[in-house]
C-alpha cells in the first residue's frame, strides 16, 4: 500500500464498536471511507496516518461509532397516526382506530409525507436502514431516496382491500413491477410483507412463496403477536400460524418473524431449527399488552433475533437506542438471568441480526473493510453520561438517542452535529410541521364526519 494513497474521508472517534469481530471495543483507531462510500480499514490512527492522506478528517474526541443501527421492524408512514389510540389492545385498536383512518386517510401522498418524518426521526437517533411494512412502498422508497436513508421495502399484501390495492394479486403485482423499476438502486433492498396469518389466505401463501424461488426475495410476516391471534387461528385452520407456515414451506432462513411473543418450547426449536428471525418489538409489545417474548430461551437456542420499533401508533417515538434499553432489561427481568442479552449481544442484535434477517450482512451491519459505511456517532461527552466504565454497556443502559450527533449512510454523511446534510432530509425537515397540521386536519374532519 502506498503512503500516499487518497481517501474520501477518515472518521477518528475516541472509540469504535465495530460488531465484528465480536466483543470489541476499539480505542485509538479510525475508519477510512472510499469514494464508493465503502468502509476501507479500520486501524490504529498511527497506521492510517501512514496509509493514508485523508479529502477530510472528522475527529469525534468524546465519541463512540457503532454501525447505523438496523430497525428490523417499522410502518414508517404511521408517523402521522403517531398515539392514535391509546390504551387499546390490538384488535380494538387496529379495528376502531387504525384501520378505519387509514380506510380515509391512505394515499401515495400520506405515504410519502409520514415517511419522510419517520426517516427524519430515525436518521437523528442512529437508525441507518429501516425494514418496511406498509401501502405504497413506492411513496416510501422515495421519500427514503430523497432523504439519504436506506430501506428495506416491504411488497405488503393483506387479503382486504384499501387504496393501495384491490386484493392480494393487485398487491403483488404493483410490488413486483416496483421492484422490478428499483432493484439496482443502491439504498433500496425488497421482501414480501404478507401483513399477517390472519390477514392471508394459502393460495396467498402459495403465491409468495412461488415469487420467493423466482426473485429470492425474503418475507416479512407479524407471527404469533398476541395469545388470541393464536386461539382464533387453530379455531379457523386447525394448528398454530406458525405451523401453517411450516406446512406451507414457508419456515426458513428468509422468513422474519415479526414479534413472535408467544412461542412454546417445539416452536422455540423449529424456529432455530429453520432459521427463521425474529424481529423483537419490546415496546410495542408491552404498550399493546401483547405480552413479554422469552427471549432467553430464543438467544440459546441460537435464534437470529433482530430488534424494531414498529410503527409510531404502537410506541409511539421510532427510537432503537430506548428500544435496545428496553430489550435488554426484559430479556434480564423475564428470565431472572442478569447475565442474558448483553451489551455486545444487543449492539449485534439492533446491527448485524437486523441486516442478516433482510439478508443484507454481506453490505452493511458491521464496521469492516468492504462493506458500506452506513455509521453512527454517539456523544458520551456529558457529565449525565459519566463515568465510563464499559462503553458497550454505556451504549444500553446510559445514552439515549439524543447522544447521537453523525451519521452516515453509505458513505455519506447525512447528520453532521446533529444537523441534516442532505437537500432532501432539509427539506423534510422545512416542511415537517406544515405536513403534519395538513393530515391531522384531515384526519379530525374524517373522523368528525363518521
Ligand atoms: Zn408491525
Partial sequence: MQKSTSVHELIVPRWIVPIEPAGVVLEGHAIAIDE????????PVADMRERYVAQQETHLPDHVVTPGLFNLHTHAAMTLLRGLGDDLPLMEWLTTRIWPAETALLSKEFVAAGTRLACLEMLRGGTTCFSDM???????????????????????????????????DDYLDRGLALYDRLRNEPLLSFAFAPHAPYTISDATFDRISMLMGQTGL????????????????????GIRPAMRLERLGLMGPS????????LDDR????????????????????????GIPRIA???????????GTDGTASNNRLD?????????????????????????????AATLAGAKACGLDERIGSIVAGKQADLAAFDLSALDYNPIFDVASHLIFVAGREAVTDVWVAGKAVVRKRQFMSDGAR?????????????????RSQLDAR
Fill in 36 to 43: 464508493t462510500g465503502t468502509v476501507l480499514a479500520v486501524l
Fill in 255 to 262: 422468513l422474519t418473524a415479526v414479534h413472535a411473543v408467544h
Fill in 320 to 348: 432503537m437506542p430506548s428500544e435496545m434499553r428496553l430489550a435488554a432489561l426484559l430479556a434480564k427481568g423475564a428470565s431472572g438471568r442478569a447475565d442474558v442479552f448483553g451489551a455486545h449481544q444487543v449492539l449485534h
Fill in 134 to 168: 406498509y401501502f405504497f412502498p413506492d411513496a416510501a422508497g422515495s421519500a427514503a431516496r430523497e432523504i439519504g436513508i436506506r430501506a428495506h421495502l416491504g411488497i405488503t399484501v393483506i387479503d382486504l382491500p384499501t387504496a393501495g390495492g384491490s386484493d392480494a
Fill in 218 to 237: 425474503p418475507m416479512q410476516i407479524h407471527l404469533h403477536e398476541t395469545e388470541d391471534e393464536i386461539r382464533r387461528e387453530v379455531a379457523e385452520h
Fill in 297 to 307: 430461551p430464543y438467544l440459546d437456542a441460537g435464534i437470529n433475533l433482530g430488534i
Fill in 267 to 290: 416452536e422455540v426449536a423449529m424456529f432455530a431449527d429453520r432459521g427463521v428471525s425474529i424481529a423483537h418489538c419490546p415496546a410495542s409489545n408491552l404498550k399493546l399488552a401483547s
Fill in 427 to 443: 427539506a423534510a425537515e422545512g416542511r415537517g410541521a406544515s405536513d403534519i397540521a395538513l393530515w391531522q386536519n384531515r384526519m
